[in-house]
């Protein structure tokens, strides 16, 4: 190349690499037994909505010399050092609990992965599973099996792509993998999406102390809290452990609001908290009424 008239020698090439253009949608996946079939959902996009569905999706940068690149998808812990996951991944393209697709860069760099589901196993099969993966060369990260692979996390798993090429000479090249966010499993209490289904009065008195009814998906009881907020204010329900009735109901009463001397009614917003990791539900609305002074 040349640079002001003088030349200059060309700088290395970049070095072709990987990465993540849609992360998978972290909660309201529910992980499958074998027995139940592939008949459920599928890893959604982050962005996804009801009107407009997105997939998983990676890119592949740097790559326009290269003929045809591997991109093999597998589920990995969490945690550092991300040994292999016993669960797999189901679906198209999937083998062995590993999803391997073949990608021209110079015809498409990019690709969504549809229709892929997470197939759990029981406790009493991880270490098979695992050493299965193992001997098939399933360990990204070099990570290696554990003596007691009861300590994996079965409510939570990450997918780590790497992508693999050959050069001219034929030699096989790996690009660094890379890590999707956490995905939970919707089954889970600990870690599932929270969600209120109906609460049976919409209005109380801003003094507060009004008794509410409120249905859910299953909740911990002691890991849950009921918040009242507003941009600039936040109250929480008052209710026990006793009050959450096998975890699909709670019975609570309301705080009182911030101002009990408002004269208009006043809407805020109800939510269900996750006290360990901070995991908040939909808010559904809720109004604080002034207070009535006339006694009669």
């Given amino acids: 190349s040349c640079t002001l008239g003088r030349l200059v020698s060309p700088g290395p090439c970049p070095r072709p690499y990987l990465v993540i253009t849609e992360q998978p949608k ?29 997939q998983p999706a990676i890119e592949l940068r740097d790559c326009g010399g290269l003929r045809e690149v591997e991109v093999t998808a597998c589920l990995v812990w969490k945690d550092w050092p991300h040994r292999v996951h016993p669960h797999s991944l189901v679906g198209k393209d999937c083998t062995d609990g590993v999803c391997r697709v073949r990608l021209r860069p110079h015809v498409s760099p990019r690709h969504s992965f549809n229709n892929l589901g997470i197939q759990c196993v029981r406790k009493k099969e991880i270490e098979a599973a695992i050493e299965r993966k193992i001997q098939l060369g399933i360990d990204p990260y070099n ?17 780590c792509f790497q992508a693999s090429y050959r050069d001219q000479q034929g030699h096989l090249h790996r690009m660094d993998p890379i890590l999707s966010e956490p995905v939970y499993d919707k089954k889970s209490t600990n870690t599932s999406e929270l969600r209120i289904c109906r609460i049976n009065k919409e209005s109380g008195p801003c ?9 859910c998906d299953k909740v911990q009881k002691e890991d849950i809290s009921v918040v009242f907020s507003t941009a600039s204010w936040e109250g929480r329900a008052d209710f026990s452990q006793a009050d959450v009735h096998r975890q699909i109901a709670i019975v609570f009463k309301t705080p009182p609001y911030e101002d009990l001397e408002i004269s208009e009614p006043v809407t805020v917003n109800v939510f269900l908290q996750r006290l360990t990791d901070g995991v ?13 002074h006339d006694s009669y």
């Fill in 26 to 54: 972290q909660r309201g996946m529910r992980f499958r037994y074998e027995c139940e079939g592939r008949s459920a959902g599928s890893i959604l996009g982050e962005s996804s909505t009801e009107a407009s569905k997105t």
């Fill in 143 to 159: 990570a290696g099996s554990l003596k007691n692979h009861q300590e994996v996390d079965m409510n939570v798993v990450r997918i």
């Fill in 207 to 215: 003094t507060g102390g009004e008794e509410l009814y409120l249905l």
């Fill in 280 to 292: 908040c539900s939909e808010p559904l609305p809720f109004t604080y009424l002034p207070r009535d």
